[in-house]
């Protein structure tokens, strides 16, 4: 049989003559396939001028972490890309998150640059309230007034009015223990414009071990206040997005820096309230072996406060529009808060979404957050009793009323003890049905997930 010629045996014989040549010769061109250079260089950090108790966090290639509070030149430094993040200052905005390259055999200087700030800026002063908690149920009526005219033979013209009666159907994916109540909140106070992320934790996590109000092991971190050695948050967790190195609480990842912490549980959330407090006198809101309020100082918002400031004034599903569908196609949601809809699996940076009317951010979605209460189910109020029954001693219910009839709950600060406590706003994670303003979770204070946070509240007008 004659050997195989054509176009294919050609090109296989130049294939293994070239396979030949770059053995024995190499490929001759050593920048088409170079890497960036490897190697060492300094790193120069200096201090804002005028900003005191300013600190920097300083991450790294392969790892590395480092974090001070004074100008430093740190030398032998790897090569790659370095995150600084500026922690905050009372007072002060602090620079965002920069991230910068270090050549090999280069100096690179990083510089913080922190800008006055309005005191109480990350605060929302909230006067008091008089408003409708919870939801619809469907099985409540109310009456349209119409005036008509109707003309007699004898008589003529004949004023009448005419009464039409509606149901007021149930909101949308409600649930059983969302009874409406009147509330009435007495007194002004201050809610947190966002969520506490991942940095703030960190930065007065640290400075509450410094200061010995908590301790931390490889795998938590622990209360340190009045014999309490609850835990905090747990490193352990693969979604925990902080970890602790050498006693020293860090970022997993610099970039989550902004996004609202999670892990977190009860007693971690009233605690960090409790820091705050702590940062400016010795007057802190929690006795940490009981965990019952006994000061004035910050601390987790009620439910009262939460479905306040949640509805901003708003009687609808949300305080951006009406519920439509309950699920992940809710457009009214959309350009409000982070749900199954828009978020793509993931929590968001803080404060992406629009603010409601009062301007607080992410009420609706991206994290859980933990209130105060213990949880149960709201008593269903009684219905105002007519006036004017035609038996005093055995009055009977009104068929129509007006919410202002109702009796209101004065300062609910939920039952004295239980086994639960409050979670609202939902999720990125859940259907818009889960993030409503009368919508309600629990959880044990130990427990702990990639999904819950918090925001901080003040009950009296201060200057945080």
Do not use: C, Q, R
């Given at each position: 049989m004659s050997p195989i010629r054509g176009p294919l045996s050609t090109i296989f014989a130049v294939t293994v003559m070239l396979i030949l040549l770059v053995s024995i010769f190499g490929c001759g061109n050593d920048d088409d396939l170079s890497t960036p250079e490897v190697g060492f260089g300094t790193i120069e950090i200096n201090m804002p001028t005028e900003t005191v108790g300013a600190t920097w966090h300083l991450y790294g290639p392969g790892d590395s972490f480092q974090h001070g509070g004074t100008d430093v030149v740190l030398h032998d430094m790897p090569s790659g890309q370095y995150t600084i993040i500026w922690t905050a200052v009372k007072e002060w905005t602090h620079p965002m998150p920069a991230k910068r390259t270090l050549a090999a055999n280069a100096t690179l200087i990083l510089h913080g640059e922190y800008l006055d700030k309005a005191p109480g800026s990350n605060f929302v002063l909230i006067d008091g309230a008089d408003f409708i908690m919870g939801s619809e149920d469907g099985a409540r009526r109310f009456r349209v007034f119409r005036d008509t005219t109707i003309t007699d033979p004898d008589r003529g013209d004949i004023d009448t009015t005419v009464i039409d009666t509606f149901f007021i159907p149930a909101e949308i994916s409600r649930d059983r223990d969302e009874a409406r109540r009147r509330v009435q909140i007495t007194y002004a106070h201050y809610i947190g414009k966002t969520e506490i992320t991942n940095q703030e934790f960190v930065e007065l996590g640290?400075?509450?071990?410094?200061?010995?109000?908590?301790?931390?092991?490889?795998?938590?971190?622990?209360?340190?206040?009045?014999?309490?050695?609850?835990e905090l948050i747990n490193f352990d967790f693969a979604e925990t997005p902080i970890d602790v190195q050498e006693g020293v609480l860090r970022l997993k990842k610099p970039e989550d820096a902004s996004r609202p912490l999670i892990e977190v549980t009860w007693f971690g959330a009233a605690s960090y309230c409790d820091w705050l407090s702590l940062q400016e006198s010795p007057t802190r809101a929690y006795d940490h072996s009981d965990w019952t309020i006994v000061g004035p100082g910050y601390r987790l918002p009620t439910e009262a406060e939460w479905e306040n400031a949640c509805r901003a004034g708003t009687g609808t599903a949300f305080s951006s529009g009406e519920i439509e569908t309950g699920g992940c196609n809710e457009p009214v949601l959309d350009g409000a808060g982070w749900f199954c809809g828009n978020a793509g699996g993931s929590s968001h940076d803080i404060g992406t979404k629009a603010a409601n009317p009062w301007g607080l951010f992410d009420m609706h979605g991206n994290v859980w957050e933990w209130c105060n209460d213990f949880y149960a189910r709201y008593e269903v109020p009684d219905i105002p009793l007519d006036p004017e029954s035609e038996d005093p001693e055995n009055p009977v219910?009104?068929?129509?009323?007006?919410?202002?009839?109702?009796?209101p709950d004065e300062d609910p600060f939920g039952p004295p003890e239980g086994e639960l406590r409050v979670i609202r706003s939902g999720r990125w994670l859940l259907a818009s049905s889960m993030c409503r303003s009368a919508g309600r979770m629990m959880g044990t204070p130990q427990y702990r997930g990639f999904h819950i946070g918090f925001r901080v509240a003040y009950p009296e007008i201060a200057t945080p």
């Open positions: 640290n400075w509450a071990i410094e200061n010995g109000h908590a301790t931390t092991t490889a795998s938590s971190m622990l209360d340190a206040l009045d014999g309490s050695t609850a219910p009104l068929m129509f009323y007006e919410d202002e009839d109702l009796i």
